[in-house]
């Protein structure tokens, strides 16, 4: 997996370094890599990384940014697809490998696309929470909002374990510790296993449920905000049930009340 020998000159301008693995399931996986030095990038948005293909060419894919624009590292949270061209190799990473990392993060889940409000809901399936690990580490989610609503919902329960532990790791965070203290609402969920809170996020919104576990009125587009990262059925299901409440789809050229992005194209695996 390696491009070349770890301590030899990058043979590719865009090569950073593997400095951390974790597997959480045996269809997730997270991993961090060195930064380049010239790299600026707002909270939430994505880059385009990858392996050298078969070919000698780059094979390259969209991934969300999990790590704050802060961070000295960049972290990633990835989906494993059994025969996914690039993911079937990238799940093999190990420390000291090198991945491509082209430098232009791009992206509409960031603050600017959103008008000033009291609350935002970040709303995730599977790996549409690496958008929103950054988001929750960055300092200017708790400089904007009173309240921030994370709500991610996985088929299992397993699949959850990397944005609850990275949750419960934040009140210990020298940075955000003391801004995160009671204004972070985390309301995990799953669909097809038994947990402390169940159902889709749509049906969590509609039905009311989160708003009475939250102690939180229903949304309105005077006070709500809201960033939706998740498959398409999801997120054109999740856009209707925030149209309904009256928030309307922002972008960075014009912010409004709630944004979107795919956390992948096709339909899941
Ligand atoms: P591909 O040929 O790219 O995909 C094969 C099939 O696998 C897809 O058609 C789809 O059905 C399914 N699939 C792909 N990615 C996912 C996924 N994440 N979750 C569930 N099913 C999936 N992926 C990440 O793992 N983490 C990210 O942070 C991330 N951010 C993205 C941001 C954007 C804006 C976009 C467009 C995509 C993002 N993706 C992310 C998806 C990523 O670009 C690749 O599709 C993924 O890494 C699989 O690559 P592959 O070459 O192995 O398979
Ligand atoms: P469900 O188990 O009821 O399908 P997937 O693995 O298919 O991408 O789904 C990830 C999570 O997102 C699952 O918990 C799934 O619930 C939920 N989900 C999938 N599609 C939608 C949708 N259109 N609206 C709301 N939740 C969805």
């Not at 990275?166 to 097809?192: A, F, H, N, Q, W």
């Not at 049906?203 to 309105?220: E, H, W, Y």
């Amino acid at each position: 997996m390696t491009l070349h020998h770890p301590h030899a000159t990058p043979l590719l301008p865009d090569a950073q370094t593997v400095t951390f693995v974790q597997h959480w399931t045996d269809r997730l996986f997270s991993f961090r890599v060195t930064r380049p030095k010239s790299l600026r990038f707002r909270s939430g948005e994505f880059v385009m990384i990858g392996l050298l293909g078969d070919n000698g060419k780059p094979l390259l894919r969209a991934y969300s940014i999990a790590s704050p624009a802060w961070d000295e590292e960049l972290e990633f949270y990835s989906i494993k697809v059994p025969d996914g061209p690039l993911t079937s190799k990238l799940q093999h990473i190990k420390v000291g490998d090198q991945i491509i990392l082209r430098p232009k993060p791009v992206g509409t889940l960031v603050h600017d696309a959103l008008l000033p409000g009291r609350r935002i809901w970040f709303l995730a399936t599977g790996t549409g929470l690496a958008p929103f690990a950054s988001l929750m580490r960055e300092p200017e989610t708790y400089e904007k909002y009173d309240t921030v609503i994370m709500m991610h919902t996985c088929r299992e329960v397993a699949e959850l374990e990397y944005g609850r532990q990275l949750v419960e790791s934040l009140k210990d965070d020298p940075l955000i510790g003391e801004m995160v203290e009671g204004k972070l609402l985390y309301y995990p969920t799953t669909t097809r296993e038994p947990s402390a809170h169940m159902g889709r996020i749509t049906d969590n919104i509609t039905s009311g449920k989160v708003f009475a576990d939250l102690n939180l009125p229903p949304m309105d587009p005077e006070e709500d905000r809201a960033m939706i990262c998740g498959s398409l059925a999801f997120n054109h299901d999740v856009k209707a049930v925030l149209e309904k409440f009256g928030l309307r789809e922002g972008a960075n050229s014009e912010p409004l009340e709630y944004v979107v992005e795919k956390a992948f194209v096709g339909d899941g695996i």
